[in-house]
């Protein structure tokens, strides 16, 4: 438990630090059992299909910027080491886009590079580093456009899928268009791609309709946790829409009830590209915690 604190502490110190407009969790590796290096772009599993991106990386590589307006842009998607997903049923060639931002037309390419059909754009909550944002929108406001969820809908024609509490907000701020093909999303929804089966978890905290996703289809199963859990750490609960009494409930409450073996893809590489819950038991933040500490520690 001492270490735990030492941990939490860091944590702490390190966030406060950080700009406010700036999601950022830690930028080091504060899980006791250590962090895993960023990998390359990985694909995992013969049924499940996870391919995992990162921005400034995988898409909003500098190199690849054909302006310096989009070179200022990709250097932001950089720092902001943001995960995406492309995530299917591994017999089919057809992906749905956890978190599509910063570089549309790139992932639209790599998807394609893959021989992945793009189906459908999940967002796990509304945060401008995950669905993008017109300049000086969103909570905290962006500082300038960051295309996202509105390419997705508007371009590709593809149906979204977000929190019910976050949807009104996550349009206006997108500027997304066709909002007929935006659909909301509650604790227990589903969604149905091939043999593999989306179930939506409410897990808010970092915000008011952050989503865990269970990825399964009867033989495996991975959970994306966005923001709400990093391997060693979780989101910031000090942003205008967070609140830590509700990031411990998702944690103690909603994560730490899923199995051992499940592996944890999180929303950004601060702390390594994946966890199992197992080990965010034993050393991260799916420890058993009390509210009171919790409270203690997040101050
Ligand atoms: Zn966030």
């Known amino acids: 438990m001492r270490c735990l604190t030492f941990h939490l502490c860091l944590l702490l110190t390190v966030a406060k630090a950080t700009d406010h407009d700036d999601f950022r969790a830690p930028d080091k590796c504060i899980s006791p059992g250590g962090c895993a290096p960023v990998a390359q772009a990985v694909e995992s599993g013969l049924k499940i299909r996870l391919v995992q991106l990162l921005s400034g990386r995988d898409h909003s590589n ?21 995960f995406q997903y492309l995530v299917g049923d591994g017999a089919t060639n057809e992906v749905v886009v956890f978190d599509g931002c910063w570089d549309p037309i790139g992932i639209q390419r790599f998807a394609e590079e893959k021989g992945l059909k793009l189906v459908g754009y999940v967002a796990t909550h509304f945060h401008y580093d ?22 997705f809908v508007d371009e590709l024609n593809l149906p979204a899928y977000i929190h019910e509490v976050e949807v009104d907000r996550a349009i206006a701020w997108t500027g997304t268009k066709n909002t007929s093909r935006v659909h909301t999303l509650k604790d227990g929804s589903a969604l149905q791609l091939g ?30 946790t966005g923001d709400t859990l990093f391997p060693g750490s ?42 199992t819950i197992a080990r965010e038991k034993e050393s991260g933040f799916l420890q058993n915690i009390s509210i009171e500490r919790w409270m203690q520690m997040m101050r």
């Open 195 to 224: 043999a593999l089966r989306l179930k939506f978890l409410h897990t808010p905290g970092h915000s008011p309709g952050g989503m865990s996703v269970i990825l399964h289809n009867g033989a495996d199963q991975m959970i994306i």
């Open 234 to 275: 979780c989101g910031r609960v000090d942003l205008p829409d967070s609140d830590k009494k509700d990031m411990h409930r998702s944690l103690q409450t909603v994560l730490a009830r899923q199995a051992n073996h499940i592996v944890v893809w999180p929303g950004h590489a601060y702390s390594g590209e994946s966890s």
């Open 62 to 82: 500098i190199t690849t910027a054909r302006s310096s307006s989009q070179r200022s842009l990709f250097q932001q998607a950089k720092g902001m080491a943001n």
């Open 130 to 151: 995950h669905i993008g944002s017109l300049a000086g929108a969103g909570s905290p406001p962006a500082a300038k456009t960051i295309p996202g969820m509105a390419y």
